[in-house]
């Protein structure tokens, strides 16, 4: 298991980036994957982006080619630097470890909220 500790969330305008960090309390190189994900109220939660331990990214269709993720392994942390935000992106942020076979982690979320 790992503690993941998101941050980098607040309000910004539209067009604006933001920097989300997902700190984890150990090494995340065995973890198979790291990802983000976000929920909107009255929405289910969806994936926003994943990198999987040989570098190889995935985005939701939502977000490609605004949205970029990244990790760093010598400080254990996943990035997501969001581009070209628009209201509805607006939703809470949520950091995942993905061991497969359908077993993981989850952060305990940070706010984005992209309004004028």
């Known amino acids: 298991q790992v503690q993941l500790v998101e941050s980098g969330g607040g309000l910004v305008q539209p067009g604006g980036s933001l920097r989300l960090s997902c700190a984890a309390s150990?090494?995340?190189?065995?973890?198979?994957?790291m990802g983000w994900f976000r929920q909107a109220p009255g929405k289910q939660r969806e994936l926003v982006a994943r990198i999987i331990s040989g570098g190889i990214t995935n985005y939701g269709d939502s977000v490609k080619g605004r949205f970029t993720i990244s990790r760093e392994n010598a400080k254990n942390t996943v990035y997501l630097q969001m581009n070209s935000l628009k209201p509805e992106d607006t939703a809470v942020y949520y950091c995942r470890a993905d061991y497969g076979m359908g077993r993981g982690d989850w952060g305990q979320g940070t706010q984005v909220t992209v309004s004028s």
């Open positions: 150990r090494s995340i190189l065995s973890i198979n994957s």
